[in-house]
């Protein structure tokens, strides 16, 4: 059984920065793509970023671009979401999940992610 947990999140300042990690286990994932939602409270998840884990093509959701980067290690089974320039908007629990890939195309709505972690916090404070 896939497991992802995550950790890295915390209470900070805007502008700064966080890295969230995604230690993936109970699983072979080189067909399999990694990405980070995000849920604030009283709204829906929504999409951060994924990585496609066979050859890291990644995509990320607008408001992700240009402050966030996925990536991964192959070693460690570990994705990675480094977030720059942290507004308060960012603030929500930040989700790591895990599909299988069936098409070329990175998967960006939650029901099409079968593993999700337990979530990790982050707090931006104006």
């Known amino acids: 059984q896939v497991q992802l947990v995550e950790s890295g999140g915390g209470l900070v300042q805007a502008g700064a920065s966080l890295r969230l990690s995604c230690a993936a286990s109970g699983g072979t994932f080189s067909n399999y793509a990694m990405g980070w939602f995000r849920q604030a409270p009283g709204k829906e998840r929504e999409f951060v970023a994924a990585?496609?884990?066979?050859?890291?093509?990644?995509y990320l959701a607008k408001p992700a671009k240009g402050r966030f980067t996925i990536s991964r290690d192959n070693a460690q089974n570990t994705v990675y979401l480094e977030m720059n320039s942290l507004k308060p908007d960012d603030t929500a629990v930040y989700y790591c999940?895990?599909?299988?890939?069936?098409?070329?195309?990175?998967?960006?709505?939650?029901?099409?992610?079968?593993?999700w972690g337990q979530g990790t916090q982050v707090t931006v404070s104006s």
């Open positions: 990585i496609r884990w066979s050859d890291s093509t990644t």
């Open positions: 999940a895990a599909t299988l890939m069936q098409s070329a195309i990175l998967p960006v709505t939650p029901s099409r992610w079968i593993y």
